[in-house]
């Protein structure tokens, strides 16, 4: 990726001039988090440095500079060993480039600790951290890489026994394959089940083998595992209940995934490869910075990319920036995306494009048209001659 270099004084879209290193105060996050130092982003826009980490500044936010004397510098000023550690901690340019390297050095140990499963140096790992920072994508990649038959994937949900039936398949003819366990919160709801994980981890003398039994209705049945298992989580173990399962912690690679809001902006700029979805990037950037939201790959590629190809598909009436601030806002927000006449037209050529290959006659035809558009009869032939659909 190549890094992009740029002047020691920037202005931002309003026209103030910004220096780094000074504090500023920005509409809509001094209010709460006091004066902030701004850093620019590759693609110039600008992200506020909090305690908390980054929050994108909205495109039309007022920002003036701080005084030295003023009562918000006193008050940064009581906290400026913090302040100070934490950019000595996380250095923040903003670019790409180094916050994709430092993230990718944060995979490397999620790979690394995967690897030692796979070749029996350890008998579990129980990775965790906020959803959407590409946990299970990296185990999954690691174990794609380098035992790509040996392992079995399950999205939580697991009961007591649908976990014992789980170990007991993997002995049979000595199937002998690893287990990706995800979303495993729940599936430790029971004791029951903590005890088959803790017995499952264990680490035994001698070979990797360990024996997980129960007795029901005098008949005890015994499964016999021999293999790893990789727990992923949202939580640590230490805000689990259960002593039993902070036990866990003694038996297997205990790691906490938690890449930074810069880090993450870089692996979605790095995931948007192309000028559309950069653009999409881009927007989905000031959305999080309205409605005060922390980024994740999950809300970029789950939910930003398909509305707006359900948009550009015509699939959808209203615009995809709209329907996506509705989705990070997590309730229905007011349309203000007019779009602009060369966006209607784009998408107007879509419809009458879909309604044409979706009829076999032209009464058909035009009855989609009129469907999708709510246009006219000569709206939909004007369209399909721009087409080459019908004769000019």
Not at 351 to 360: D, F, I, N, R
């Amino acid at each position: 990726m190549q890094h992009r270099k740029r002047s020691r004084k920037a202005k931002t879209s309003s026209g103030t001039t910004i220096i780094p290193g000074r504090l500023y105060l920005v509409e809509g996050i001094s209010d709460e988090y006091g004066p902030v130092r701004l850093v620019e982003k590759a693609n110039g826009r600008w992200a506020a440095e909090t305690e908390y980490g980054l929050f994108p500044v909205p495109a039309n936010a007022t920002i003036t500079e701080c005084d030295d004397h003023s009562d918000h510098a006193e008050a940064h000023e009581d906290h400026s060993d913090h302040a100070e550690d934490s950019v000595a901690d996380n250095p923040r340019h903003l670019d790409e480039e180094t916050h994709w390297a430092t993230l990718s050095d944060k995979l490397t140990e999620i790979r690394d600790a995967v690897y030692d499963v796979i070749r029996g140096r350890a008998t579990g790992l129980y990775l965790f951290g906020r959803g959407g920072t590409s946990k299970t994508y990296t185990v999954e990649q690691t174990f794609a890489e380098h035992d790509p038959r040996g392992y079995v994937y399950h999205n939580g949900g697991l009961t007591p026994q649908g976990f014992f039936e789980l170990l007991e398949e993997n002995g049979v003819n000595h199937a002998d394959r690893h287990l990706i366990i995800d979303d495993v919160y729940e599936s430790v709801a029971s004791n029951r089940s903590r005890q088959y994980y803790l017995a499952a981890l264990a680490r035994p003398k001698g070979n990797m083998e360990r024996h997980i039994s129960y007795t029901k209705q005098g008949v005890r049945k015994t499964a016999i595992f021999r293999k790893g298992i990789v727990l992923i989580s949202n939580v640590g173990l230490e805000e689990h209940k259960s002593d039993v399962l902070r036990a866990m912690q003694d038996r297997v690679i205990v790691l906490e995934h938690d890449p930074t809001d810069a880090e993450m902006w870089a692996l979605i700029y790095h995931v948007a490869k192309t000028p559309e979805r950069v653009e999409i990037a881009d927007y989905l950037w000031d959305v999080c910075a309205e409605k005060q939201k922390r980024p994740s790959v999950r809300l970029f590629v789950d939910k930003a990319i398909p509305l707006y190809e359900s948009w550009k598909a015509g699939d959808s009436r209203k615009h995809w920036k709209d329907r996506l601030r509705s989705v990070v806002a997590r309730r229905a927000v007011e349309a203000h995306h007019a779009p602009t006449l060369a966006e209607h037209k784009d998408q107007m050529v879509r419809l009458a494009q879909q309604a044409w290959e979706s009829g076999s006659t032209m009464t058909e035809r035009l009855q989609a048209f009129e469907k999708l558009t709510g246009k006219s009869r000569a709206t939909a032939y004007r369209y399909w001659k721009e087409l080459g659909f019908v004769a000019r």
